[in-house]
Structures are given as structure tokens and as C-alpha cells.
Nanobody, 126 residues
Framework: QVQLVESGGGLVQAGGSLRLSCAAS????????MGWFRQAPGKEREFVAA????????YYTDSVKGRFTISRDNAKNTVYLQMNSLKPEDTAVYYC???????????????????WGQGTQVTVSS
């Protein structure tokens, strides 16, 4: 089983940037496709971005395309979410997630992931 710990959240003004990190431990990190999700108060947890085991392919929800970048460093057992041009509507708790997968597979829905971190709060002020 893999354990996930997010960090890097905080308070930022609109237009600013943050980089979230998710450190994995317990199993071979490169066995897992990874994703980022977020949950705003009173809303469902929604998909943000996904990345394949190798990091060669990524996928984003439309609302963050061109602003967010997901990446991973398998040598450091870490996945990142670089968030630029932040908007107040990006305010949420951000979660990373892992799913053991074949090479080249992207996981885009909550139900495909079975390992979750505890979340990190991102607040964007207007």
C-alpha cells in the first residue's frame, strides 16, 4: 500500500502561483498513475489533473488547462501540481491520489483511485 502526503498549500492573491507536492511512501512509486483532485466547500470532489506512470502523458480538466501543470519525479517519489494565474474559484482542499496501473494509462475519475492523501488547503483571495 502507498501512503500519500500533500504539502504546499496556502493563501495567495488572485493571479499568484503555488506549487503543491505529494510525497509517496510504502510501495514502488512508479507503479502508480497519479492524479490531483480538489473539493470546495459544499461541492463534490472534482478531478483536476492526471499523469501516467512515466510522466510522459498528462491530462487536465478544462478549467485549469494552460494554468496548471502536473509533473512527477519518480526518483523522489513525488508528484507536483504547479498552479499559475490562480483564481478565487480555485479555492479548495487539494488531494493527490494514486492507482496502480499499466504503463501509459491515465486515470481521470475518482472511482479509479484507491489511495488518497489527507489534502492541503489552497485559498485564493480576490
Amino acid at each position: 500500500q502507498v501512503q500519500l502526503v500533500e504539502s504546499g498549500g496556502g493563501l495567495v492573491q488572485a493571479g499568484g502561483s503555488l506549487r503543491l507536492s505529494c510525497a509517496a511512501s510504502g510501495r514502488t512509486f512508479s507503479d502508480y498513475a497519479m492524479g490531483w483532485f480538489r473539493q470546495a466547500p459544499g461541492k463534490e470532489r472534482e478531478f483536476v489533473a492526471a499523469i501516467t506512470r512515466s510522466g510522459g502523458t498528462t491530462y487536465y480538466t478544462d478549467s485549469v488547462k494552460g494554468r496548471f501543470t502536473i509533473s512527477r519525479d519518480n526518483a523522489k517519489n513525488t508528484v507536483y501540481l504547479q498552479m499559475n494565474s490562480l483564481k478565487p474559484e480555485d479555492t479548495a482542499v487539494y488531494y493527490c491520489a494514486a492507482a496502480m496501473s499499466r504503463w501509459g494509462v491515465l486515470r481521470k475519475t475518482r472511482d479509479e483511485y484507491n489511495h488518497w492523501g489527507q489534502g492541503t488547503q489552497v485559498t485564493v483571495s480576490s
